[in-house]
């Protein structure tokens, strides 16, 4: 009996120091470890308390620079991001309500004053991300440098402005597919759902996740856009199926202003929907704080919206109002995001191609999913960078070991959820309002950005230090910030004025507050601001201002010999490249 019981042990011994044993109980481990590491991973991440003796504007540069997110974003990611990563139904589709509302001429206008104006902010951005890439960036700075009721009603403007457009970009890509008579078949609320999950999932995986997302999302958007501006020019030669010379002659016949308006308020009236579809520029901002490099990456993404500003917005509008005239009554869709409606599908069927009507639409789906992804990012770093700043409740400041930040994607996505309205009849008066809150909101960002480089320059220079120890300057420099400043002010006048007198409308108080709600609701998070922490300065004083707090490079003089020596080797290179390097 001892016998049998001695070789059962013998084979059971051999058994589990076989090889194949082996690699069977390392797979499991392996299997039971990455489980165990996936649930790990949900816990918080521990951060030391802050000094509670530490004013507020202190306590939010300190937090804000420490934020625990994973920097994870490559040089390629943020490059696509600047490029394509907002690109979306603005330029689609509400750029034809503008062509009918004021004309080819005015939506040029309107869109290269935009443009301008875009191009100074993100360079006044750049030079503060470079320099300080911290979690929650413009919103901080404002906090910083301007002043930290001014820099919390900022942060709460932004993410409302995100927490918003999620559930409405849900909605249009439900409404996009309504293009194909099959998909009218289905409840609108099933392609929310389907939608809805696709960006939960990519948000799980944290900033990779929006990263990879957005690279293949802006990809598609730009190839698109660079194919239809070939394809514009050769229709516009005579080159299509048609082989009907256009030239310039929409431009003649119907005209290029719209005189059935006052071609100076139509342009006016045109601002606001150009300004729409710039939003979301400002992400690359955002996202440096989680970048890998941001002092080599950063520089080169900011200087590609100058190319996105040219490329996709003028060149192709131009060709737009070329192909298109402004009577054409399918530019006057069902709504914002009506894709049959869109003046790059309208080119493509009245020029006789068949099937890339489709392939745009799919592209303008595409599109809306982007800025669907884009705004759960945006709203759930703002969110938790005005906790960490004690500005909003702590909770939404929770990181977990993966340094995502939970609550804050948790509420963004719960407020996702009101898009499974898309079946009611009453979808559209709803969304109408919650646009309303954040309909000026980009305006306010951008002037802030502005504001807060030139405060953030007026420092350095108090200081005795200057340009020098910056890695990367705004090309416009402090005029350009002030010229950014002036016409996001002036957006706002004449905002004002279309709102209170809009165009070929009577006045009315529910029509103004549609276009104005945005304002009364700052002013709002201001005043509270102002009460709950008794804050009664109106500005941080330039002795006050912390301009360190935040920066990878500790070493300013180490610093400043590197950049003396970059800027050495760039002198030598031939003019070409120098040339080059400044526009890209």
Same mark, same amino acid.
């Given at each position: ?106 939506? =040029? +206008?309107?869109?290269? @004053? ?5 191009? &100074?902010? #993100?360079?006044?951005? %750049? *030079? ?64 929310? =759902? +389907?939608?809805?999950? @696709? ?5 799980? &995986?944290? #900033?990779?996740?929006? %990263? *990879? ?69 400002? @992400? ?301």
């Amino acid at each position: 009996m001892s016998d049998k019981k001695t070789s059962v042990e013998a084979v059971i011994t051999e058994v589990d120091s076989s090889p194949a044993y082996e690699a069977g109980s390392i797979k499991a481990e392996n299997k039971r470890n990455f489980v165990q590491n996936w649930f790990d991973g949900f816990k918080p991440y521990e951060m030391e308390e802050l000094d509670p003796n530490l004013s507020e504007v202190e306590k939010a540069a300190i937090a804000t620079a420490n934020a625990p997110l994973q920097r994870k974003l490559k040089n390629r990611h943020l490059q696509m991001i600047a490029i394509g990563g907002s690109i979306g139904t603005g330029l689609f589709v509400g750029s034809g309500k503008a062509l009918a509302a004021a004309g080819p001429a005015a939506l =040029l +206008i309107a869109w290269g @004053l935009t443009g301008i104006m875009i191009y &100074f902010t #993100v360079q006044a951005l %750049g *030079e503060l991300s470079v320099t300080m890439p911290v979690s929650g960036s413009f919103a901080v700075y404002s906090t910083r440098f301007i002043d930290s009721s001014w820099g919390c009603a900022m942060g709460f403007n932004y993410a409302m402005q995100w927490l918003i457009v999620l559930p409405l970009e849900l909605v249009a890509a439900s409404i996009t597919l309504s293009y194909w008579e099959g998909s009218k078949s289905v409840n609108a609320d099933v392609w929310v =759902l +389907i939608f809805y999950l @696709l960006i939960v999932v990519i948000n799980l &995986f944290g #900033v990779k996740g929006y %990263g *990879e997302a957005e690279f293949v999302f802006s990809l598609i958007k730009v190839v698109t856009v660079i194919a239809f501006i070939f394809m514009g020019i050769i229709l516009n030669c005579g080159g299509g199926p048609k082989g009907e010379y256009i030239g310039g002659r929409y431009w003649k016949n119907p005209g290029a202003f719209n005189t059935e308006y006052n071609p100076f308020k139509a342009v006016c009236s045109v601002f606001v929907t150009s300004a729409f579809s710039f939003a979301g520029t400002e @992400l690359v901002g955002l996202a440096a704080a989680e970048a890998t490099n941001p002092r080599k990456s950063l520089p080169t993404a900011i200087k590609q919206v100058f190319w996105r500003i040219m490329l996709f917005y003028i060149i192709s509008l131009t060709l737009i109002g070329l192909l298109v005239p402004f009577n054409d009554p399918r530019l006057i869709g069902s709504s914002s995001v009506d894709a049959s409606a869109s003046p790059f599908v309208i080119a493509i069927v009245s020029n006789g191609i068949h099937g890339l009507d489709s392939v745009m639409n799919v592209v303008i789906m595409i599109a809306v999913l982007s800025v669907g992804n884009s705004a759960v990012y945006g709203s759930s770093r703002i969110l938790q960078s005005l906790a960490a700043q004690g500005q909003a409740p702590k909770i939404l400041g929770y990181i977990d070991r993966e340094g995502r930040p939970l609550a804050a994607i948790g509420l963004t996505l719960l407020f996702g959820c009101l898009a499974f309205v898309a079946a009611s009849p009453k979808q559209g008066e709803m969304f109408d309002w919650l646009l309303a809150i954040s309909g000026l909101s980009s305006i306010f960002t951008w002037g802030s950005i502005c504001l807060s480089h030139i405060r953030f320059r007026a420092c350095l220079k108090s200081l005795g230090r200057g340009t020098n120890e910056l890695v990367f300057t705004a090309q416009g420099g402090i005029i350009g910030s002030w010229i950014g400043l002036i016409i996001n002010c002036l957006v706002l006048v004449v905002s004002f004025w279309v709102a209170a007198f809009p165009l070929g409308d009577k006045s009315s108080a529910e029509g103004f507050f549609k276009a104005y709600l945005t304002v009364p609701v700052i002013i709002i998070v201001y005043v509270v601001h102002k009460i709950v922490k008794k804050n009664w300065s109106l500005y941080v004083k330039l002795d006050e201002m912390d301009v360190d707090s935040g920066r990878r490079d500790f070493d300013l003089e180490l610093l400043k010999q590197e950049i003396v020596e970059e800027k050495e080797i760039l002198a030598r290179k031939p003019f070409w490249y120098r040339t080059y390097k400044f526009w890209c």
